[in-house]
């Protein structure tokens, strides 16, 4: 169910992602080709405008797609048959393959920027402010790559929130009940992140856990990664959710099953098809 | 097949209660006639039958993939290709898409037409090609002759006469009573906010009597 949920909503996905892939692109020719023969300070500061676009897109799409997958109207999927549950999985299944593809992509085409941009003008590579080359990987590495699925996982969690709120609106009985619920679930979500951030760090400093990952890093800096670099992504990118950080991983985990527990008890609609 | 069996069905838009407890009880192979005037509650009734409403007391035995809904509207985006639809239902029904493909042939539809250049009646044209070539067991179809030109008038009189010669159940809320009157098997009024009894339209021959007369005397 969940593949065919994907392969009929792929299409307006694709397009939203090609069109944000295009302006940015748009952008970093546009700009290019403004920069040409002026001085090296000047295009070092295009440069940045460049990636500020990309970073922004970062952003934008991300919750673009978000709000798209809230807003669809897919009262044809309830008339077929589909289980809300169902439905569910299908809308975070596409949402996190579709933001991880449009982010990676991205990262692609920013270092391919990167590349080109700077081709036989390190000078001007070495006045950019580094913080703005946030999506290339030739600044820091393939490793980056995992930005993307990171994200991916924050905008599902973001879906997650709005799916048991929307629960919680429809299904808690009295209005203040209903409130309550609903705040209890936009706090939680907004403070676990902070809350796991905490516990990582001081979990690392109590009982020297030096193998965790960092909270601050998406990147898989595990034994088994000997020499990976910690690369603090969480820091300067709201939407990156350290992944392969166990005490992170857990606080995702049991947000989840918390979520889908009071759903789980309150029940999606009435009278859904058994 | 199963009987189709409608329980009890309750549904109120805030205080004001549109159905009050309709039941129904419907043999397999039946053309049912659902009659009312306007406001009576047919739409939210087959809304309901359609699952596109869940919010609703009540049991309906079949729902889901195993009713096809003829809409009043399509429920679906109007930037979606016509090749897009038919795809949907492919996924998600048992269709039969290349008999939907034989059907359109004989309209001015073309696969790759967006919904929004379709007119009124083309795009109820497509409505009932694609729900008639779900091999449901049961075919709901809402005022299904609304907005279309007198040969596609005639063509789904022609296509339910096929489709009523196989052991389902299609009921059909509509005011053009003289167009199915030969297809009626059956013939229900919705009036305040309860479904009458299933009324056979042979009994109704017997005594005489044509549906529009039944359904004039139900109303009085």
């Given at each position: 169910?969940?593949?065919?949920?994907?392969l009929?909503?792929?299409k307006?996905?694709?397009?939203?992602?090609?069109?944000?892939?295009?302006?940015?692109?748009?952008?970093?020719?546009?700009?290019?080709?403004?920069?040409?023969?002026?001085?090296?300070?000047?295009?070092?500061?295009?440069?940045?405008?460049?990636?500020?676009?990309f970073?922004?897109?970062?952003?934008?799409?991300?919750?673009?797609?978000?709000?798209?997958?809230?807003?669809?109207?897919?009262?044809?999927?309830?008339?077929?048959?589909?289980?809300?549950?169902?439905?569910?999985?299908?809308?975070?299944?596409?949402?996190?393959?579709?933001?991880?593809?449009?982010?990676?992509?991205?990262?692609?085409?920013?270092?391919?920027?990167?590349?080109?941009?700077?081709?036989?003008?390190?000078?001007?590579?070495?006045?950019?402010?580094?913080?703005?080359?946030?999506?290339?990987?030739?600044?820091?590495?393939?490793?980056?790559?995992?930005?993307?699925?990171?994200?991916?996982?924050?905008?599902?969690?973001?879906?997650?929130?709005?799916?048991?709120?929307?629960?919680?609106?429809?299904?808690?009985?009295?209005?203040?009940?209903?409130?309550?619920?609903?705040?209890?679930?936009l706090?939680?979500?907004?403070f676990?992140?902070?809350?796991?951030?905490?516990?990582?760090?001081?979990?690392?400093?109590?009982?020297?856990?030096?193998?965790?990952?960092?909270p601050?890093?998406?990147?898989?800096?595990?034994?088994?990664?000997?020499?990976?670099?910690?690369?603090?992504?969480?820091d300067?990118h709201?939407?990156?959710?350290?992944?392969?950080?166990?005490?992170?991983?857990l606080?995702?985990?049991?947000?989840?099953?918390?979520?889908?527990?009071?759903?789980?008890?309150?029940?999606?609609?009435?009278?859904e098809?058994? | 097949m199963?009987?189709?069996?409608?329980g009890?069905?309750?549904?109120?838009?805030?205080?004001?209660?549109?159905?009050?407890?309709?039941?129904?009880?419907?043999?397999?192979?039946?053309?049912?006639g659902?009659?009312?005037?306007?406001?009576?509650?047919?739409?939210?009734?087959?809304?309901?039958?359609?699952?596109?409403?869940?919010?609703?007391?009540?049991?309906?035995?079949?729902?889901?993939k195993e009713?096809?809904?003829m809409?009043?509207?399509?429920?679906?985006?109007?930037?979606?290709?016509?090749?897009?639809?038919?795809?949907?239902?492919?996924?998600?029904y048992?269709?039969?898409?290349?008999?939907?493909?034989?059907?359109?042939?004989?309209?001015s539809?073309?696969?790759?037409?967006?919904?929004?250049?379709?007119?009124?009646?083309?795009?109820?044209?497509?409505?009932?090609?694609?729900?008639?070539?779900?091999?449901?067991?049961?075919?709901?179809?809402?005022?299904?002759?609304?907005?279309?030109?007198?040969?596609?008038?005639?063509?789904?009189?022609?296509?339910?006469?096929?489709?009523?010669?196989?052991?389902?159940?299609?009921l059909?809320?509509?005011?053009?009573?003289?167009?199915?009157?030969?297809?009626?098997?059956?013939?229900?009024?919705?009036?305040?906010?309860?479904?009458?009894?299933?009324?056979?339209?042979e009994?109704?021959?017997?005594?005489?009597?044509s549906?529009?007369?039944?359904?004039g005397e139900?109303?009085?």
């Amino acid at each position: 169910m969940i593949r065919k949920i994907f392969l009929t909503e792929w299409k307006e996905n694709f397009f939203v992602c090609a069109a944000g892939l295009a302006l940015c692109l748009l952008a970093a020719v546009g700009i290019s080709l403004a920069g040409i023969g002026a001085t090296d300070a000047l295009r070092a500061d295009l440069a940045e405008y460049v990636f500020a676009v990309f970073n922004a897109f970062s952003y934008v799409m991300p919750v673009l797609l978000l709000l798209k997958s809230i807003f669809s109207f897919r009262s044809y999927y309830r008339m077929a048959g589909v289980t809300e549950e169902k439905r569910t999985q299908g809308v975070l299944f596409g949402l996190f393959v579709w933001t991880a593809l449009f982010l990676a992509a991205q990262m692609i085409f920013a270092t391919l920027f990167d590349f080109i941009y700077f081709a036989g003008a390190p000078a001007v590579r070495g006045q950019t402010s580094p913080q703005s080359m946030l999506l290339s990987l030739r600044a820091h590495g393939v490793h980056r790559l995992l930005f993307a699925p990171s994200a991916a996982v924050t905008v599902c969690l973001m879906y997650i929130m709005y799916d048991v709120i929307r629960v919680a609106v429809v299904r808690v009985p009295f209005l203040p009940l209903k409130i309550l619920v609903a705040l209890i679930f936009l706090a939680l979500y907004f403070f676990y992140h902070y809350t796991v951030y905490c516990a990582a760090g001081i979990t690392g400093e109590l009982a020297d856990a030096s193998w965790l990952v960092l909270p601050d890093s998406v990147l898989p800096v595990l034994p088994v990664v000997p020499g990976g670099t910690i690369d603090a992504v969480k820091d300067i990118h709201f939407l990156a959710a350290p992944i392969l950080n166990l005490v992170f991983l857990l606080g995702e985990i049991l947000f989840c099953v918390f979520a889908y527990g009071f759903v789980h008890v309150v029940g999606r609609c009435k009278n859904e098809i058994e | 097949m199963r009987e189709y069996a409608i329980g009890n069905i309750e549904k109120a838009y805030g205080k004001k209660g549109v159905l009050r407890g309709v039941s129904l009880r419907v043999p397999a192979g039946s053309f049912v006639g659902v009659l009312g005037l306007n406001g009576t509650g047919k739409t939210t009734l087959f809304n309901i039958l359609g699952n596109m409403d869940r919010n609703f007391t009540g049991e309906v035995s079949l729902r889901g993939k195993e009713v096809a809904y003829m809409r009043t509207k399509l429920p679906f985006p109007e930037w979606r290709k016509v090749k897009d639809l038919l795809s949907f239902y492919e996924r998600f029904y048992t269709f039969d898409r290349k008999k939907a493909e034989r059907m359109l042939e004989n309209t001015s539809i073309r696969p790759t037409a967006r919904l929004r250049a379709l007119s009124a009646g083309m795009q109820r044209q497509l409505n009932f090609i694609c729900n008639f070539c779900v091999d449901a067991q049961v075919l709901l179809l809402d005022e299904p002759l609304t907005n279309l030109d007198l040969v596609f008038r005639g063509f789904i009189v022609e296509s339910l006469i096929e489709r009523a010669m196989e052991d389902r159940i299609i009921l059909v809320a509509t005011h053009e009573i003289k167009e199915f009157e030969n297809l009626f098997t059956h013939v229900t009024v919705l009036r305040d906010g309860r479904l009458g009894p299933l009324t056979e339209t042979e009994a109704l021959r017997a005594q005489g009597k044509s549906v529009e007369d039944f359904y004039g005397e139900s109303l009085l």
